[in-house]
């Protein structure tokens, strides 16, 4: 007696499973997220994101000439400024820090890399939420995206050549697109945040970017305990006019991204956020896990779920193990 089939044959070598995988992880998939401080004379260690820094501008793009030559598919700017306010006006200003950098880094790529900005207001207001507040402290959806609107368009004349609101307020999509579109940019596109989820893994972003948020955003990120809702988001930007579509995060939600993938008809989008980041590094530092295997690992089960592009703290590392394989 003896099994009829044998996968295992399947398997015998690296270059058996190499030439059978399924699922397929590139440089050119990937996103590397990068961040910018205002003023800064030296790049500032982010603490519970070991090897992810705050630039300088000049750090930020030696780093980004570095990573495109490593072969990463494109990168995600946030800016950190030094001032903020209730209406963070920072970020529509043509010189504030994130504007600044985007036309840093436009002029020294040029086309060479595909150039994305976060088009949210959490980075330069004074209370940390991701729009202008209401007198009695509620975001006020509406007069946000007016707001959205000037800063997609600074952004995008500052040399972005993707816009990432990620605020999730309603109609955010429409709105930029108009405005985009009234101010002759029609060539810019747009990478919906379409299923953002109120995660408890933001934490290290909000070392990242210095966020001055008290409480949470539960009244505007979605509830984690929620999947057909996330498809309405998307359906509801791609009728908008998206150009890709993301869920984030990425790990806990691959369900979502699976059932994302199915229904859209742009490129679909994962972000591997900063709470994925750390618990990896410390894990791997305590010697608990293998982490390039770990990480490898990861990025191939987000893309096996349906992500087309990937948003990854590790994208420049990550490229320099796929290109080794």
Not at 176 to 185: M, N, P, S, V
Not at 285 to 303: A, D, H, P, Q
Request: contains cysteine; hydrophobic residues 45%.
């Amino acid at each position: 007696m003896f099994p009829a089939h044998r996968p295992r044959r399947l398997r015998t070598t690296q270059a058996m499973r190499r030439l059978v995988s399924e699922t397929t992880v590139r440089p050119r998939q990937l996103v590397l997220p990068m961040f910018v401080r205002e003023g800064a004379d030296a790049p500032v260690e982010i603490k519970s994101m070991p090897g992810v820094v705050q630039h300088t501008r000049e750090s930020l793009r030696k780093a980004a000439v570095e990573a495109v030559q490593a072969g990463v598919g494109g990168l995600m700017l946030f800016g950190v400024p030094a001032e903020r306010d209730a209406v963070g006006s920072g970020a529509t200003d043509p010189d504030g820090i994130l504007n600044a950098a985007l036309r840093d880094l436009r002029h020294e790529l040029g086309d060479s890399t595909v150039l994305m900005s976060d088009c949210c207001l959490d980075e330069f207001t004074d209370h940390g939420h991701c729009g202008v507040l209401t007198p009695d402290g509620a975001v006020d959806n509406d007069a946000t995206l007016e707001v959205y609107g000037e800063m997609a368009v600074a952004q995008a004349r500052a040399g972005a050549h993707v816009v990432g609101p990620s605020g999730m307020m309603d109609g955010q999509i429409g709105f930029i697109r108009t405005a985009l579109d009234e101010a002759g940019l029609t060539d810019t596109g747009i990478l919906a945040y379409s299923a953002k989820y109120a995660s408890a893994l933001y934490g290290p972003f909000r070392e990242a970017v210095d966020s001055q948020l008290k409480g949470d955003r539960k009244t505007y990120q979605q509830d984690p305990a929620n999947a057909r809702e996330a498809l309405r988001e998307v359906a509801l930007d791609l009728a908008e006019g998206a150009d890709m579509v993301m869920v984030k995060p990425a790990l806990p939600y691959l369900d979502v991204l699976k059932a994302v993938s199915e229904i859209s008809d742009v490129p679909v989008a994962a972000y591997q956020i900063s709470g994925e980041y750390a618990m990896v590094e410390a894990a791997s530092r305590n010697g608990w896990i293998e982490r390039e295997r770990t990480v490898l690992e990861m990025l191939t089960s987000i893309r096996r779920a349906g992500a087309d592009v990937v948003l990854t703290y590790w994208a420049v590392e990550a490229a320099a193990w796929l290109d080794r394989e």
